[in-house]
């Protein structure tokens, strides 16, 4: 049989003045104690014995090699304009707001900023409601209301983290909300190099494809002499055996650049989030070709323009943080915690009123939190010679593009010369065709060599404007202004 004895009356005034006195008597002193408690904890929690380690770069060259202006100031802002070519420009827009990886990188991003506005709060007081009710089989009748069988309460505890530990794990929670921001600035870049140079890429198959399927139309042409020039016995045999090859040849290098075509559209559209090529790449269009010499600026922007090298330094910090909260784990951790309440087990008040602090000692595994701490400072070294790593390369793959883009921008005002020198010789050879004094076997080979010369020149200017692309992609090309302010 359960039974739960009711509440007299006239008992109400004495409960009331008996949970009143023991507050008085249980508060005073638990007050004390936890005002103590809490002026010891806020003196011992500034406490911190781990400065952060500052990362120091290596000594960078002045410049990054000859033809690269040392006092023009750097200028990476929206780069791929200097190809002025709207579709591009269009393309690159999409691209930053619709391509998946920059969709992955942006939630990577809103995850580390929320775990990183919440490791301040591992150290913050907390207060948690709990009750109970009980209830037991008993042939006797509880008459005393201070022994009810109900508890209800507030419990409340405050995890203080001494010696600098609720300083580094902020720390450590902020590098890594910078290190996605960083790798979200590094996506960016890539995708839109690779929009980029997947547009370049397209362009110049479209402009070989045309070129190579004019060549064709010149080769059946060939062919057709050479035959009639064998049958009347003014060629070889073998003259129109050459021709066919050359002809199969060159179809069969059709083929190749229209599937070329076809690779570069599928692309882009992955590129823009999407499984349908756009419309406008379907039709030619000019080949993008930039004039102006970028605006390189010095070796050592590159410390705070590549977004790699700016999370191999919050690696660091992080790193360093990480190290502040080992050596912090070697000292006593203090948690305050206390209750507030009513009912249970206790006599002559129906207020329960507890608290007072708790000191965690490393004893027993002393040893394996000091090998933790000796761990973290040789993941520090690590990530201290990591960034300097990151800044050699960095320049070693901007030295190396400014050289290759110099060579590409070479090779094409070449081949802009050797272009001029054939269209003179195809002007010639056209008014030789059209006095008589030129026959059809001689204006076609001049046909098949000004065919050549523009098909250089267009792989002389994709090569140009690919190492423009790799230049300013190792440069570390800046963000839009409007992206940088919705930075967080």
Known sequence: MVSLSPCRPGRHRCVARAIACNWRQQGCTIVRAALMMTVLAVVLSGCSTTAP????????????????????PRNAEAWWRQFHDPVLERLVAEARRQNLSIAEAQARLRAAYAQASTASALFLPTVDGSGQAVAANSRKTIDDTLHRPVMAG?????????FGLAEHSARAANADASIAQENLEAV???VTADVAAAYIGLRSAQHQTELTTTRVISLQRRVRLSRVRTQTGLALPGEEADGVAALEETRSELARLQSRVVEHQQQI??????????PTLLRNGPQPNAKDVPAVGHPADLLRARPDVRAAEQRVLRASAEVGIAQAELYPRLRLGGTIGIGGPTNGSLMRLAG???LQIPLFDYGRRKALFHARRALLDEAL???????????QQASTAFAAWRAARASEARQASAIQALRRRDHQMRVLKREGLADARQFSEA??????GQQRLVLARENEALALVALYKALGAATLQGEARGRR
Do not use: K
Not at 269 to 278: I, K
Not at 385 to 395: E, G, I, N, P, S
């Open 53 to 72: 380690t500052v990362a120091q770069a290596p000594v960078l060259p002045s410049s990054y090699g000859p033809g690269a202006a040392r006092d023009v």
């Open 154 to 162: 507030l419990d409340m505890s405050w995890d203080v983290g001494l």
């Open 188 to 190: 960016r870049i890539v």
């Open 269 to 278: 559209a992955t590129l823009l989030g999407t499984s349908a090529p756009d």
């Open 356 to 358: 007072g602090p708790s």
């Open 385 to 395: 010679a990591a960034y300097r790593q990151t800044v050699l390369v960095a320049y």
């Open 447 to 452: 046909d098949s060599g000004w065919l050549d």
